[in-house]
T-cell receptor
Framework: GAGVSQSPSNKVTEKGKDVELRCDPI?????LYWYRQSLGQGLEFLIY????????KSGLPSDRFSAERTGGSVSTLTIQRTQQEDSAVYLC??????????????FGQGTRLTVV | DAKTTQPPSMDCAEGRAANLPCNHS???????VYWYRQIHSQGPQYIIH???NNETNEMASLIITEDRKSSTLILPHATLRDTAVYYC????????????FGKGTRLSVIA
């Protein structure tokens, strides 16, 4: 596709349920990022995939959060046993090989997650 | 951890230049300065980046001080559509670290 695609665009789930959020990066982009943004807050880094390197998981807030990137393309962010504080917009971004400063990241429109 | 300091908010009259400052006094020689913005309810958008020379593109100009400890993003003729949160980010050229956003500057362009 022409841009980063995220699905679903909106998700309402009950507390305690598991959710999966999907990100389709721009074709050929080797770097993929996940962020979350709570209402009125800044972007909180979650996890970063770069090529075949081990992902940088330093931003994941708890072990209920995990992410995979299959075949170097599509990524899924999974939140287990959701809590109300997980309610936020989850944003995905991708970029070309970021070496040499070319780290222009393109963002999707996000998935708005509401835990009730 | 964000390595930059920005004012929390600024106002600018429509049609005037908006000058957004950023301090990055601990920047390393192998780190670039990036600027992104986030318009309400949208994902962030790349604006410009630079290492040590001033840069200009169709959106903005980036002025980096000689000691690289601060920079200024310039929107030459601000419009109402430029109202957004502007983020200044430093990142190593290798790209082995993620893009980490700070709190940014909320720019309000006023008619």
């Amino acid at each position: 596709g022409a841009g980063v695609s995220q699905s679903p665009s909106n998700k309402v789930t009950e507390k305690g349920k598991d959710v999966e959020l999907r990100c389709d990066p721009i074709s050929g982009h080797t770097a993929l990022y996940w962020y979350r943004q709570s209402l009125g807050q800044g972007l909180e880094f979650l996890i970063y995939f770069q090529g075949n390197s081990a992902p940088d998981k330093s931003g994941l807030p708890s072990d209920r959060f995990s992410a995979e990137r299959t075949g170097g393309s599509v990524s899924t962010l999974t939140i287990q046993r959701t809590q109300q504080e997980d309610s936020a917009v989850y944003l995905c971004a991708s970029s070309l090989n970021p070496t040499g400063g070319r780290t222009e990241a393109f963002f999707g429109q996000g998935t708005r997650l509401t835990v009730v | 951890d964000a390595k930059t300091t920005q004012p929390p908010s600024m106002d600018c009259a429509e049609g005037r230049a908006a000058n957004l400052p950023c301090n990055h006094s601990t920047i390393s020689g192998n780190e670039y300065v990036y600027w992104y913005r986030q318009i309400h309810s949208q994902g962030p958008q790349y604006i410009i980046h630079g290492l040590k020379n001033n840069e200009t593109n169709e959106m903005a100009s980036l002025i980096i001080t000689e000691d690289r400890k601060s920079s200024t993003l310039i929107l030459p003729h601000a419009t109402l559509r430029d109202t957004a949160v502007y983020y200044c980010i430093v990142r190593v050229v290798s790209g082995n670290t993620p893009l980490v956003f700070g709190k940014g500057t909320r720019l309000s362009v006023i008619a």
